[in-house]
């Protein structure tokens, strides 16, 4: 198959190593061009997150060294080779395939790898640089990932904090388009939640924090409005949903503040996640009529659930790639048939042609429009009776035996060596919009 994949990713190699690893989008094309015309490569592509960075390459297997010598000194790093792994053939098929359907992801299941993966894909596709073998690899490596989505729920349940948080808001609002959002606290935990927020298409965002210059810049980033700490009281009726995550020592929420806030709602619903770390809402808060009331504990029994549900789904996950290894392990084995059916044809067309010409010598008075009516009904015969040939050709390839099948075919129909083993003639492939779906 001549598939190889060249990588470093957080299993193996520090974040301080993978942090100088990370390439734009235009230097992985850059890099793409540069390796592929010094050593002659067959197709590549490259893949460049935090957590991993990865070239997937063609007609690379007797350059690796090389190869690796030239990234150490474009990077500028000679503890490379420490920490790669080289994975060739059905084996970096297996692991292409895992990464699309978010099997080898720091957290099992996540999304956004597949996007990642199908952005690479297309920029390298539109540089001209995938060619044949890759386009069909990361092609079906996409449509794999797609039944595990759809197939598993393996990336269905919540394995964050933050995610788990917005989940059960959805759980109590199901529509989170209508509602309005306060979160207070301008952290890592508080962004990741209002990124996942936003994803699901809220109404309005309010936030803010003891520091409002954090809680600007966050709410200018997601376009929300900031609220000075200080007037914190005198917004929180506004909110349907209040995601909270700061460093206080005591409640910042307290049962008097939301008892106000629900009389000015007049019968509306408040839903608080408390994700702080000592606890930022008064649990007492829970037992107000139209309230809901969750903290950190209650977010990572919640995850905990889901991370062990995900493991379940993916062992059938597995299973669907292995399924999809299988099936492209067949389609491989029906190539080596390829150059002995294109012998054939050809040797076949070949005939029909010299057979005409001598009809046409000797019929000199035959219409030129009649002339091709003849030599298109030839080909087509010529078509016809190889289809089953070609077509059962291709299934003996799946055999242990099939090299003695094409050899006795090659002697049968007396194909010369060169005429059997022609090579596949490039494929120009259209450049193709990836949906992301």
């Known amino acids: 198959m001549r598939f190889t994949i060249i990588g470093w990713n957080f299993r193996k190699t520090p974040v301080e190593v993978r942090d100088n690893l990370v390439l734009t989008p235009d230097q992985q ?3 793409g061009h540069q390796l592929s015309n010094r050593f002659n490569l067959g197709g590549i592509a490259i893949l460049s997150t935090c ?7 063609v007609n690379a297997e007797q350059q690796l060294d090389q190869i690796i010598e030239m990234l150490e000194k474009y990077w500028k790093l000679s503890e490379l080779r420490e920490s790669v792994y080289i994975i060739h053939n059905l084996d970096g098929v297996r692991h292409l395939f895992r990464v699309a359907s978010s099997l080898d992801s720091m957290v099992l299941g996540e999304p956004q790898i597949l996007g990642q993966l199908k952005d690479a894909f297309q920029s390298f ?3 001209d640089l995938t060619r044949k073998l890759l386009h069909h690899l990361f092609t079906r490596a996409f449509s794999t990932a797609k039944r595990v989505r759809t ?3 393996v990336a269905s349940n919540a394995v964050s904090v933050s995610y788990a948080a917005v989940e059960l808001a959805k759980h109590i609002f199901e529509d989170l388009s209508k509602q309005t959002v306060m979160v207070i606290g301008a952290g890592e935990m508080a962004e990741l939640a209002v990124r996942h927020l936003m994803r699901s298409g809220i109404s309005q965002l309010f936030m803010t924090n003891r520091t409002f210059l954090s809680a600007a810049k966050l709410a200018e980033k997601f376009q929300g409005l900031a609220v000075p700490f200080e007037h914190l009281e005198r917004h929180l009726h506004q909110a349907d949903i209040i995601i909270s995550s700061t460093g206080a020592r005591d409640y910042i929420i307290t049962p008097k503040m939301v008892k106000h806030c629900l009389r000015q709602r007049r019968g509306g619903s408040m839903f608080f ?3 702080a ?3 930022d809402i008064d649990p007492e808060i829970n037992e107000l009529p139209g309230t809901f009331c969750y903290d950190i504990d209650d977010m990572q029994s919640l995850v905990s659930q889901n991370q062990e549900e995900r493991k379940k789904q993916s062992v059938k996950a597995e299973g669907i790639i292995e399924n999809e290894i299988l099936e492209l392990e067949l389609w491989f084995k029906s190539l080596s048939a390829v150059p002995t059916i294109r012998s054939l044809r050809k040797n076949f067309h070949s005939v029909a042609e010299e057979e005409m010409k001598k ?3 000797l019929l000199k008075k035959i219409p030129e429009s009649e002339r091709k009516e003849v030599e298109q009904l030839v080909h087509r015969l010529v078509h016809k009776l190889l289809h089953d040939p070609s077509r059962n050709l291709k299934e003996i390839a799946h055999d242990e035996d099939a090299h003695l099948y094409l050899e006795s075919v090659k002697k049968i129909f007396d194909l010369s060596p060169v005429q059997a083993n022609l090579q596949e003639a490039p494929e120009k492939h259209h450049r193709l ?3 992301k779906s």
Do not use: Q
């Open 29 to 31: 094309v850059e890099l």
């Open 51 to 57: 957590n991993r960075t990865e070239f997937f390459l």
């Open 125 to 127: 596709n539109e540089a």
């Open 151 to 153: 197939e598993t729920t």
């Open 273 to 275: 996640i408390d994700i």
């Open 277 to 279: 770390v000592p606890r």
């Open 359 to 361: 009809s046409f010598r």
């Open 433 to 435: 919009k990836v949906v």
